[in-house]
């Protein structure tokens, strides 16, 4: 059983909105009833439950609405897939992102505090309540105040948009029919110059449209860099599927737009970054929260051979005190 070495994570990326972002969300706050904002968070919610998309976001309450409830929570899934993709591409410098189904920017926003090389950010979105949203939030912002925002249907405006390094859907291609879905992928992987990221809940249909696209994506030239240290077919099986988790804390008006006691969530996602050119090397995956005992670290991991749950026990001491420090999502590498 080889051993597995953590990565250097210095350098992530924190899961919270960045300060510039909750100052902007704060001040849009103001004017609005708490108990307003509330009943329209709480309706759009029960649209998403209902298997309903952000179609039911109409006006600037509902956009804010969302904004509240939904947009920390898919701010650190991307931050998250995008700190494992800077991980595993220590040297991609995106200088262009393409932020397809934008919303309220979310994942521009988190891309421009990953990536400081981005210098300019096109966003796609249908939803006029969510484009006005977005770039009231984004007056201040000396990154993203020259966004280039284009309201439409996504395989129009993404056809007469320019190929950005950096292409971005998030939780953006579950509202889509299947046809369109797949159009639409095609399309995104025509204007990708080097990385395509998509994420999605981390539910099992979530995942069984990420695992579709990446193997038709394979199919097309694509290469995995993240999650997946292969290129190969996913080892998982119905009712397993592969997703992450993500804490994130809470803030008093989160709290209070949910209705929620404690101070964090943890967003459940499912994400895959597609890159044109191969990636090496790929480390393995930690796919679940290993357990710890007091003989062994037990750790569910993808690697390039297929799914290992590998057994760290106690008296191989460096490689237990380093497995106790792995988290679900980790990236490990094996040792020589
Ligand atoms: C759940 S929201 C996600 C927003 C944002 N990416 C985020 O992570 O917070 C989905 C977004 O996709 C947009 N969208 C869905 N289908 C679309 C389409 N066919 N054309 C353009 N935008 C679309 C919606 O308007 C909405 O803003």
Redesign the pocket.
């Known amino acids: 059983m080889p051993a597995f070495a953590g990565h250097d994570d210095g350098q992530m990326t924190a899961p919270d909105l960045p300060a510039e972002l909750k100052v902007a969300l704060d001040a849009r706050l103001q004017g609005f009833s708490r108990h307003e904002a509330a009943d329209a968070a709480a309706s759009i919610s029960r649209t998403y439950r209902d298997g309903g ?2 179609a039911a976001i109409r006006t600037e309450t509902d956009a804010l609405a969302y904004a509240l409830a ?2 920390p929570a ?1 701010y650190a899934a ?1 931050t998250a897939s995008l700190n494992a993709l800077r991980e595993i591409a220590p040297h991609f410098a995106p200088q262009n992102l393409l ?1 397809v ?4 920017g ?2 521009s926003w988190a891309a421009a505090e990953v990536f400081s090389s981005l210098q300019s950010f096109a966003l ?4 006029s309540a ?1 484009r006005a949203l977005a770039l009231d939030l984004a007056t201040d912002s000396a990154r993203l105040r020259e966004l280039d925002y284009r309201r ?4 129009t405006t993404l056809a007469a948009a320019e190929p950005a390094d950096l292409v971005v859907a ?3 291609i579950g ?2 029919g299947d046809a ?1 879905r797949g159009a639409l992928i095609e399309l995104m992987w025509a204007k990708t110059r080097d990385t395509l990221l998509i994420v999605e809940p981390g539910t099992p249909a979530g995942y069984a449209r990420i695992i579709a696209l990446r193997e038709h994506l394979i199919a097309a030239g694509a290469h995995v860099a993240a999650p997946c240290p292969h290129d190969g077919q996913c080892p998982l099986s119905t009712p397993d599927w592969c997703h992450f988790t993500q804490r994130l804390p809470r803030s008093r008006a989160h709290k209070q737009v949910k209705e929620a006691d404690v101070p964090f969530e943890d967003e459940k996602f499912s994400y895959v970054a597609l890159t044109r050119a191969p990636v090496t090397p790929r480390p393995a995956r930690v796919l679940a929260q290993p357990v710890v005992t007091k003989v062994e670290v037990t750790a569910k991991l993808c690697t390039p051979d297929g799914l290992v749950i590998a057994k760290l026990p106690r008296r191989a001491k460096a490689d237990y005190a380093r497995a106790r420090r792995w988290r679900w999502g980790d990236a490990v590498t094996a040792k020589d």
Do not use: H, K, Q
Request: hydrophobic letters at 35%.
């Open positions: 998309g952000s939904r947009m898919t991307v932020d189904g934008a919303g309220p979310t994942a796609l979105d249908a939803n969510l439409g249907e996504a395989r998030s939780y953006m509202e889509l369109e």
